[in-house]
């Protein structure tokens, strides 16, 4: 290893960052939930865009629409038939036609209203079967689509974006689009025909009953247009409300240990209550609005038919009318009662899926901070020579306070390169570089004179392997978290990873070994056996570069040393990069570069820094005299 002179003139690269993509969630109590996205759409297009989804399932959405309008037919008919059943049964009885003969009018008029009504019946199951079967094909492609993006987005927009919220994007919002064709398009189109075609009826029947049978639907759309503003806006709120809930959920189930341990059952309970009766709040508030709607349009609905019965008997007194027809006026007005009181579900259908929509087209055309270039090639490895170039960097919530400055050094295969230095000098920075987490803000990092940036990830990831200190264990067997990372690997492979991660004696006196099952977030395991479950697992990737971000901090320094004599083959062919404030689990590096405030400020091996005398040597001192200073304890209670 040797490092390297900052050079006197470098390409500064323009690196796109999420923070230029996200809008407010930068900002102190904001979130994803409620920050707007850059380019996210809105109204019109947003359910333009919904439709089309649709669309792609052509036979489904033709077959759909196909039987709500056999079915609006067929409920057409109905008032028609019932009238037509009403005038032939009052002619027959003024004509002395007999009563069997009565009766059997009768009975036929029935038996066809009964089929008519069974058909209708079977084509809305369809109806809404079919309307169901193409929101859900919808609700899959975009589900997919969701899991894709969160895969795919940077580290810097997880920095900044907390899980409960995309959970809720994931799903609310989601759900909210699913529903767009059945609750909102499907009910249109059934509305539209029974209220246009019906009208056409009405009208032509007769004038004033017909206008008077119309006369609440414009009044329950203008209503239900104006409540719908209302329904949208506090969507908005309670959606800002439901994600507040679940943070406050997922971090009391997360830290339920610290909970119990510091019994704050009930200060967490008041949290939960908090947050709780503030959703509550507002679903009172949309309910009352709702039902406030729902009253209006009765009695407009009501006073309606009032007016239509009382004229329209009238009428039929005067002999301008038959009571069939006035028959079929009251029962029209019945049939529409309720499509027509849907208005309102209707628009709060466009409205939750405009709203829903927007969110989650935002999330998902987020650009990707970190992705191939346009003319990105597989990484080739031949010596294994990783250098950094004069490399800054700075986290894009916080671009004027970089965190590395003009870091320059090389390493080659077979050597290892310690990096030690205080809380918040970069050393985990400079892993996450590596395998291209974040982008540098300038000068080049090269593996084998290849620019990183100028690389595919996958075969950058697939080279560059990272052991965090923090191990994340999946629930599911103790061989599969191992293999995570070559889930084909055969079983002599993953034992010989975890016999050198000193993990193998200790899955063995598992009672199911290698099939033990671990639980959710690997608490099961000890902080130790998590980290070294995350060693062998990374070792079964055999990568060119392996780094440890103080992996071994929870291992105690006799297991740690046979580790590092079990990973000494290992790493005869790769290089190694240990990050650590330990300094025994670093102090054999090849060298050893001390970062403080982003800039190296010494470097040397182990015994070269010792002699000058400056902060490793300080550093050196500080441990070995807190090891020293626990003798004598050790002596005295022996």
């Known amino acids: 290893m040797r490092l390297l002179a900052p050079p006197t003139a470098h390409d500064h690269w323009p690196v796109p960052s999420n923070s230029q993509v996200i809008r407010g969630m930068t900002k102190p109590g904001n979130s994803f939930a409620n920050g707007e996205v850059a380019g996210s759409p809105r109204g019109f297009s947003t359910i333009a865009r919904i439709t089309r989804m649709n669309l792609r399932q052509p036979w489904l959405v033709t077959m759909a629409i196909g039987s709500t309008l056999v079915a609006a037919s067929l409920q057409l008919l109905i008032p028609a038939l019932l009238g037509k059943a009403i005038d032939q049964t009052q002619l027959a009885m003024g004509a002395g036609v007999s009563a069997a003969a009565t009766q059997e009018g009768l009975r036929n008029s029935a038996l066809v209203l009964l089929a008519v009504s069974v058909l209708r019946g079977l084509f809305t199951l369809a109806q809404n079967y079919l309307a169901e079967a193409v929101g859900h094909h919808v609700a899959y492609e975009l589900r997919v689509a969701f899991y894709e993006k969160i895969q795919s987005l940077s580290f810097s927009f997880h920095d900044q974006a907390h899980s409960a919220d995309l959970i809720t994007i994931g799903m609310l919002d989601l759900e909210g689009v699913r529903m767009y064709f059945s609750a909102a ?119 309606a038919m009032g007016l239509v019965l009382s004229i329209g008997g009238n009428k039929v007194i005067a002999g301008e009318i038959s009571v069939g027809k006035l028959a079929t006026f009251l029962t029209f007005m019945t049939i529409l009662q309720m499509p027509v009181r849907q208005i309102g579900l209707i628009v709060d259908g466009f409205a939750r899926a405009s709203t829903c929509g927007s969110r989650l087209f935002g999330l998902l055309d987020l650009d990707i901070a970190i992705k191939d270039a346009a003319d990105a090639k597989p990484l080739e490895i031949s010596d294994g020579t990783l250098r950094f170039d004069d490399v800054s960097f700075a986290y894009p919530a916080a671009e004027n306070r970089p965190i590395l400055k003009n870091i320059s050094f090389e390493v080659r295969k077979s050597e290892t390169i310690a990096i030690v230095g205080p809380p918040g000098s970069g050393k985990s920075t400079i892993a996450h570089l590596i395998p291209r987490f974040y982008d540098v803000a300038s000068g080049v990092i090269t593996l084998d004179g290849q620019d990183i940036r100028e690389v595919t990830l996958a075969t950058l990831r697939r080279a560059v392997a990272v052991v965090q200190q923090d191990a994340f264990v ?151 005299r807190a090891f020293d200073d626990m003798l004598p304890n050790q002596e005295g209670v022996g």
């Open 185 to 303: 398009l499907v009910r249109t189109v059934l509305l539209v025909m029974l209220v246009g075609v019906g009208a056409h009826m009405l009208i032509s029947m007769n004038l004033v009953l017909g206008l008077l049978a119309l006369s609440f639907v414009p009044f329950v759309a203008l209503r239900s247009s104006i409540t719908q503003l209302k329904l949208r806006a506090t969507w908005l709120d309670l959606q800002e409300r439901l994600c507040v809930l679940s943070r406050v959920m997922e971090e009391n189930l997360t830290g339920i240990r610290v909970v119990r341990a510091f019994a704050a059952q009930a200060y967490e309970m008041l949290k939960f209550d908090r947050a709780s009766k503030s959703a509550l709040g507002l679903m009172h508030e949309r309910a009352e609005i709702y039902v406030r709607n729902i009253s209006a349009m009765n009695f407009s609905f009501l006073f």
């Open 474 to 624: 999946f629930t599911t067997t103790i061989e599969n978290n191992i293999a995570y990372g070559d889930p084909w690997a055969n079983a002599q492979r993953i034992e010989r990873a975890s016999e050198s991660a000193q993990l193998h004696d200790y899955i063995l006196r598992l009672p199911a070994g290698y099939k033990t099952v671990v639980r959710e977030r690997g608490l099961s395991l000890s902080g130790g056996q998590r980290q070294r479950l995350a060693i062998a697992r990374t070792m079964m990737l055999r990568p060119s570069v392996i780094i440890f971000d103080d992996s071994t901090a929870a291992i105690d320094a006799a297991t740690e040393r046979r580790i590092r004599s079990a990973m000494q083959l290992f790493a005869k062919d790769r290089v190694t990069i240990i990050i650590g404030h330990r300094l025994s689990s670093l102090m054999h590096a090849n060298a050893i570069l001390f970062i403080e405030n982003g800039e190296i400020v010494e470097h040397g091996t182990h015994e070269d820094l010792l002699a000058k005398g400056g902060r490793y040597k300080a550093l050196y001192d500080l441990q070995v």
